[in-house]
């Protein structure tokens, strides 16, 4: 949800760089390479943006959105390449730190993603996504009651995420809390009857139920998260 919310900013921004009048003190990118961004042509895109940073290096819009392509062509490792350029050139917008922990999350660094969605926040705080996001690599460290009070306080802004109350599911019923696990999934069956995770992580419970106490150690349940389905 989150990364296609990203996906849409910067599809957005893109396109409104072609159509807007700009002042020299904007922060803008080339509207010719922009134009294969906002048509998700992202290996055009690639091309266009190299070629933009080759005449022009300090470029850290170019540089993001460049790294923003090649992490939707799946190449990761220049995806964080490209946004580490921009942050040093010093690039402070929230979509780039939403994108940039994504990348460091499904990288494996979570505690990089959550400094990134913590500056996400910092610059736009009635957004939902970098809560929702932070409160996923927060549950990725371990760090459960962080990440309770970030996925709620996601929810507190838009409420109608199933991604988000999905996981404010999962943490619960990773603090062992399976009873509000089982009320948060069975109302987002209701409300979401498509919605798989949610279905999934109940057959979990019911499953769990005929044990005598809950399982620990190598039995431990695998709840279904959103990232698992995450499209990029």
Same mark, same amino acid.
């Given at each position: 949800?989150?990364? +296609?919310?990203?996906?849409? /900013?910067?599809?957005?921004?893109? /396109? +409104?760089? &072609?159509?807007?009048?700009?002042?020299?003190?904007?922060?803008?990118?080339?509207?010719?390479?922009?134009?294969?961004?906002?048509?998700?042509?992202?290996?055009?895109? +690639?091309?266009?943006?190299?070629?933009?940073?080759?005449? *022009?290096? #300090?470029?850290?819009?170019?540089? $993001? !959105?460049?790294? %923003?392509?090649?992490?939707?062509?799946? !190449?990761?490792?220049?995806? &964080?390449?490209?946004?580490?350029?921009?942050?040093?050139?010093?690039?402070?917008?929230?979509? %780039?730190?939403?994108?940039?922990?994504?990348?460091?999350?499904?990288?494996?660094?979570?505690? /990089?993603?959550?400094?990134? %969605?913590?500056?996400?926040?910092?610059?736009?705080?009635?957004?939902?996504?970098?809560? $929702? *996001?932070?409160?996923?690599?927060?549950?990725?460290?371990?760090?459960?009651?962080?990440?309770?009070?970030?996925?709620?306080?996601?929810?507190?802004?838009?409420? *109608?995420?199933?991604?988000? =109350?999905?996981?404010?599911?999962? +943490?619960?019923?990773?603090?062992?809390? $399976?009873?509000?696990?089982?009320?948060?999934?069975?109302?987002?069956?209701?409300?979401? @009857?498509? $919605?798989?995770?949610?279905?999934? *992580?109940?057959?979990?419970?019911?499953?769990?139920?005929?044990?005598?106490?809950? @399982?620990? #150690?190598?039995?431990?349940?695998? %709840? =279904?998260?959103?990232?698992? #389905?995450? /499209?990029?």
């Amino acid at each position: 949800m989150a990364r +296609i919310a990203a996906v849409l /900013a910067v599809i957005i921004a893109a /396109a +409104i760089a &072609l159509t807007t009048p700009v002042r020299a003190t904007d922060l803008v990118c080339d509207s010719t390479a922009d134009y294969y961004l906002g048509r998700e042509d992202y290996t055009g895109a +690639i091309a266009a943006h190299r070629r933009v940073l080759a005449t *022009n290096p #300090g470029d850290a819009l170019a540089h $993001y !959105h460049l790294g %923003f392509a090649y992490g939707m062509t799946g !190449h990761r490792r220049a995806e &964080l390449s490209e946004y580490s350029k921009a942050a040093a050139l010093g690039l402070r917008q929230w979509d %780039f730190e939403l994108n940039f922990g994504r990348a460091e999350l499904e990288s494996g660094d979570p505690a /990089a993603a959550a400094g990134a %969605f913590q500056q996400a926040i910092a610059l736009a705080p009635q957004r939902p996504e970098g809560y $929702y *996001n932070l409160g996923l690599a927060d549950e990725c460290r371990g760090m459960l009651q962080q990440a309770l009070a970030a996925m709620t306080a996601s929810l507190a802004l838009e409420p *109608n995420q199933p991604d988000a =109350r999905n996981m404010l599911g999962v +943490i619960y019923a990773e603090q062992g809390d $399976y009873a509000r696990a089982r009320k948060v999934w069975t109302r987002l069956v209701r409300t979401s @009857p498509e $919605y798989a995770p949610a279905r999934e *992580n109940l057959a979990v419970l019911e499953r769990m139920a005929s044990p005598p106490k809950a @399982p620990v #150690g190598h039995d431990r349940p695998q %709840f =279904r998260t959103a990232m698992a #389905g995450d /499209a990029r």
